[in-house]
């Protein structure tokens, strides 16, 4: 039954709020929903045209910004008006494009440092996060229009592999294209989900998601358990797809017409109408045995077997790729319990036929190609609006997160298996008089000391202003936000001081890696209990002889010969004990420093006061 929720200070019905599940694609992207009625997830469409909006920006004369279908007319006769591949851009610099940099037929601006890239179009500049936004907005106008309702809220999807700084990016494009997103999610979880896998949260499953675009190529290796996705391995090819098989049957016609490629370079039009014909031709074949046409009188044609033998090389590449995949993960192809299907290429049936061989089963294919990246993103947006409660899509940190501090400690702010988001303070101070600046070294695993488990991030937080130790309040939090990004914060309370770093917490570390840090802390127990217990005692020993010498520097005039000497040899004896293995004995040496200063420390307190009560200090 459906729920109608009365707003009480209007009286007025108010709609259950629509979360659109998005694919933002490199050649293509579209928006989602769940059907209202059928409960199932769609594509949004206008009436008969396609679900597919191409990933095309194309800035007109007047300023005009045209996105999709229409911008894809452009790429050839105002390629420099003409942005596509924008994805590509995401949270990179120009060094790490620059290989490629003649993929882009617009300008991208070569600044030669590590900023992020820009694209210049006329006199105005945009970054990737701006250009994704026009795609963001078209979509999320294209849902308004269908659904008849102001759509504000997003699920994105992302490659796996894609880090912190693209995931970040792909959310502000959202926010600027006026959509809180909710959560960005990995492509193949998507693509998963939209198969119902991970859906049953007794089933563990290990799933092969192979992604073959225009542009693109992906496979990713999926772990679920309990409901909860990991990303075991990625691998892929960033310049390999569709394009590929589609300029192999552009060469294999040139060859039969005796054409050259720079012949055939000086004519646009026609290098535009030939690829065209090419990719009809990849298309009809996914379907039949030969392709025939006519091209400015000259026929053109092309069997399956003949396209097949063209794309031999090209599908070998993508199976280097899963090997590979399968390795970093440490798996065989018998460990794989499911292969998605994901991309407009992976109807090639030779494409199918190959996987399928390669793994040893029959590949999921039976939802739409293009569409079930978006589909599963429209399952993951309905599951957040509480819409499936028999579902929790939850993630979890699947190590401990802390820092380091005195002796080499690890302090666990984030316990492992906590729910993600997640948000943790705890405040620290400082060790030294007049301490400004204090490290933040942040780690993950279970080990009692930093030194056995895996460093994240370091930072400094500087500008503390001169204080005796101990005085400065810094507050240390750790924000794990639902897409897996640590970020770690470090104010210092009094002087409002801060700093801040996002870490990658997620990743990286694969099923075997996390388990044997978990052995590791179990082997270790005993042992680092004992280790703790010694760090603790040194480092409360060496404060106490930090404070002594202090508080004798200033108050020796108050001190008696003997009180001196006694606490003279305290120290001595303590300081040697801090050198050895026995925590029993620090604890005793620092009890015996203790009694001895004591006594002089009320009695000096007690002068202090009293000077105090004069209007003095001592
Ligand atoms: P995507 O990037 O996932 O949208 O995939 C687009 C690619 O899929 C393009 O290269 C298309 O030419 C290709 N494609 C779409 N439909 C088919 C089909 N029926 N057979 C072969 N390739 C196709």
């Known amino acids: 039954m459906a729920k109608i929720a009365i707003n009480i200070a209007t009286g007025s019905l108010q709609q259950p709020e629509i979360i659109v599940g998005i694919d933002l694609g490199t050649t293509n992207s579209l928006v989602s929903i769940i059907h209202p009625d059928t409960k199932k997830p769609i594509a949004l469409k206008e009436h008969d045209s396609s679900s597919l909006v191409p990933s095309v920006v194309h800035f007109g004369e007047a300023g005009a910004i045209t996105v999709g279908e229409e911008a894809k007319k452009y790429l050839i006769t105002e390629p420099h008006n003409t942005v596509f591949s924008a994805k590509r851009l995401m949270g990179k610099s120009y060094k790490d494009i620059s290989d490629n940099a003649s993929f882009f037929s617009y300008k991208v601006i070569d600044d030669g440092t590590d900023n992020l890239v820009k694209v210049q179009v006329g006199d105005k500049f945009y970054s990737p996060i701006d250009l994704s936004s026009f795609i963001l907005k078209e979509l999320k106008h294209r849902a308004e229009h269908i659904l008849k309702t102001p759509v504000n809220k997003a699920v994105i999807t992302v490659p796996a592999y894609f880090n912190d700084a693209q995931r970040q990016a792909t959310r502000d494009a959202g926010k600027l294209a006026g959509l809180d997103v909710l959560r960005i999610v990995n492509e193949p979880t998507a693509a998963s989900l939209a198969y119902g896998l991970g859906l049953n949260k007794e089933a563990e499953k290990t799933i092969a998601v192979y992604d073959l675009g225009g542009g693109t190529f992906d496979i990713s290796i999926l772990k679920i358990t309990n409901g909860i996705f990991e990303v075991l391995s990625t691998n892929g090819d960033t310049y390999l797809g569709g394009d590929d098989m589609d300029n192999a049957i552009v060469k294999y016609w040139l060859q039969q017409s005796g054409v050259s490629e720079d012949e055939l370079k000086q004519n646009k039009e026609l290098t535009q109408a030939i690829r065209l014909k090419a990719e009809e031709a990849k298309k009809h074949l996914s379907l039949n045995d030969t392709f025939t046409a006519e091209l400015n009188g000259d026929a053109l044609s092309i069997t399956r077997a003949d396209f097949e033998q063209l794309i031999h090389p090209l599908v070998d590449k993508t199976l280097a790729c899963c090997k590979n995949a399968l390795k970093d993960a440490g798996l065989k192809t018998s460990d794989i319990d499911a292969i998605v299907m994901v991309g407009g290429s992976t109807r090639v049936p030779a494409v199918k036929n190959t996987i399928s061989n390669f793994f040893g089963k029959p590949v999921n294919d039976s939802v739409n190609p293009d569409e079930v990246v978006a589909l599963g993103a429209a399952i993951q947006a309905d599951i957040l609006a509480g819409n499936n409660k028999d579902v929790l899509l939850l993630d979890i940190t699947p190590l401990s997160l802390g820092i380091e501090t005195a002796g080499g400690l690890m302090d666990v702010l984030i316990p492992r298996n906590s729910k993600i988001p997640n948000k943790v303070g705890r405040q620290y101070t400082t060790q030294v008089d007049g301490q400004d600046s204090m490290r933040i070294s942040v780690y993950q695993g279970e080990r009692d000391l930093v030194q056995h488990n895996r460093k994240l991030a370091e930072f400094n937080l500087t500008g503390i202003p001169g204080m005796p130790a101990g005085m400065p309040k810094v ?144």
């Open 475 to 618: 507050e240390v939090s750790f924000l794990i936000n639902a897409d897996g990004i640590l970020v770690v914060k470090a104010k210092e309370l009094r002087s409002g001081v801060e700093q801040s770093i996002e870490v990658k917490s997620q990743y990286g570390l694969t099923d075997a890696e996390v388990e044997q840090m978990l052995m590791d802390s179990i082997a270790h127990a005993k042992e680092d209990i004992a280790t703790r217990a010694l760090v603790e005692a040194r480092t409360e020993g060496e404060q106490l002889l930090q404070t002594t010498e202090r508080f004798i520097q200033k108050n020796a005039a108050h001190l008696t010969k003997e009180e001196m000497m006694e606490t003279a040899g305290a120290m001595q004896a303590l300081q040697l004990a801090i050198t050895m293995e026995d925590k029993n004995l620090i604890q005793t040496k620092i009890e015996a420093l203790n009694d001895i200063s004591r006594p002089y420390a009320e009695r000096i307190m007690d002068i202090a006061v009293s000077s105090a009560m004069k209007g003095k200090t001592i």
